[in-house]
């Protein structure tokens, strides 16, 4: 798993609007840029499929996890 690449995709997920509609209309074709493993081929493509639905991804609160905060 290229963790650079899908940061990549990601990023641009929520940034570039066009690419965004085009993974959400057809993630296959968006996603074919990129050499993309199965797993990561199907995480990010459930990812366009929660855009499309208008879920909220699950965030949950911001804690502090170490001494320094």
């Keep these: ?3 650079r690449t899908v940061e ?3 990023r641009r997920l929520f ?3 066009e690419f965004r509609s085009q993974a959400i209309a057809d993630s ?3 996603l074919s ?3 993309l493993g199965p797993a990561e081929h199907a995480a990010l493509s459930k ?3 929660q855009l499309a639905g ?3 991804l699950n965030a949950g ?3 502090s996890l170490g001494w320094w905060s």
Aim: hydrophobic share 40%; with cysteine; charged share 20%.
């Design 1 to 3: 798993m290229d963790l």
């Design 8 to 10: 990549t995709i990601i």
């Design 15 to 17: 940034t570039d609007a």
């Design 28 to 30: 296959a074709s968006a």
């Design 33 to 35: 840029e990129y050499r």
């Design 47 to 49: 990812l366009c499929l």
């Design 54 to 56: 208008g879920q909220k």
């Design 61 to 63: 609160p911001v804690t």
